[in-house]
């Protein structure tokens, strides 16, 4: 089955403990990408990668790191998290960059709590 | 910049209502518009898209048509059901971006509550 998938759906954590959230799918898809979604701000993108070893920031990076050694998976690092951090998690994927028309396939969600 | 404005509701209906959820954006060029739908405890799921003037995008009975003079993309239903209970997302994505940034621009998001 075609999917995204994501590694852990819930976390609760405490201020400055190092977590990764994880991201693999099994399209072959060229494009990730990680979002936040918080009420009220719907979602915002934090980076994306257009393909291995390629990443850039989207538009709230600060606090996060990714990585895209392999091309199915596309990890999202939080180095020290903090409480505005807890949010709700997606990541996706697509053939190509949304630019050109494809759709954006979307994982579960991770809902990170930071204490 | 590229935006994207919703109504953001809460909105609750009763089944066999219309719906209609209004979108409208800002971008320069020609962007792709889609409707991204999210049931509870899922992730989002395209529900349909338009990519040029006029283009008419639907899926499950839902229908939006994109409209480069009023800058729009509303979302309409003729007969709701129990089972469209989700939030709703109008997105964008254009290729005349400025630095050629990659993604998908998302409205707030509507929420709606389809009652028995």
């Known amino acids: 089955e075609a999917q995204v998938t994501q590694n852990p759906r819930y976390l609760i954590t405490v201020t400055g403990k190092k977590l990764t959230v994880t991201c693999s799918q099994n399209?072959?898809?060229?494009?990730m990408s990680w979002y936040r979604q918080d009420p009220g701000l719907g979602l915002r993108q934090i980076y994306y990668s257009m393909n291995v070893e390629v990443t850039d920031k989207g538009d709230v990076p600060e606090g996060y790191k990714v990585s895209r050694k392999e091309k199915r998976n596309f990890p999202l690092i939080l180095e020290s998290p903090s409480p505005n951090q807890t949010s709700l998690y997606f990541c996706a994927s697509s053939p190509s960059g949304p630019s050109s028309y494809n759709e954006q396939f979307f994982g579960p969600g991770t809902r990170l709590t930071v204490l | 910049g590229n935006s994207v404005t919703q109504m953001e509701g809460p909105v609750t209906l009763s089944e066999e209502a219309f719906l209609t959820i209004n979108c409208t954006y800002t971008a320069t060029g020609y962007p792709s518009l889609f409707w991204y739908v999210q049931y509870p405890g899922e992730g989002l799921q395209l529900l349909l898209k338009?990519?040029?003037?006029?283009d008419k995008g639907s899926n499950k009975g839902f229908e939006a048509t994109y409209r480069k003079e009023t800058t729009s993309f509303h979302l309409e239903k003729g007969s709701v059901q129990v089972s469209d209970s989700a939030v709703y997302f109008c997105a964008l994505s254009n290729s005349f971006t400025q630095g050629g940034s990659e993604k998908l621009v998302f409205g707030k998001g509507m929420k709606l509550t389809v009652n028995p």
């Open positions: 399209m072959n898809h060229e494009y």
């Open positions: 338009a990519t040029k003037a006029d």
